[in-house]
């Protein structure tokens, strides 16, 4: 109990921190595995539920056939909605697909949009 009350008040920190000064701010809540017993498991907030909860809009990020994608989860004003990117030297860059009719090659687009 006193873990998440110090959690909820760092997170409000935070965004009055990011209201005031017009800022992003992002939260990270790893998974982890939590043993039910015998051979059972699950994926469960490494931080706990009351974390997850602090964010507005909640954004997962995962890897699928070794590429990354941003899956828009939680939102008051987004859609669902998923995006591959890349994280080149330059930063986080989404994928547009090269050729006529999305098929072929994808590359970084070059402004870094999605």
Known sequence: AHR?????????????IAERWGLAVVFINQVTTKVLGGQDAKLVP???ESWGHAASTRVILYWQD???????YKSPCLPPATAHFL????????????????????RAAPDGGF
């Open 46 to 48: 490494a931080l706990g």
């Open 4 to 16: 998440a009350r110090v959690l909820t008040q760092m997170a409000q920190d935070f965004m009055n």
């Open 66 to 72: 070794n590429e990354r994608y941003a899956h828009v």
């Open 87 to 106: 994280i080149t030297a330059d930063g986080v860059r989404g994928v547009r697909p090269c050729g006529a009719g999305g098929g072929g090659e994808k």
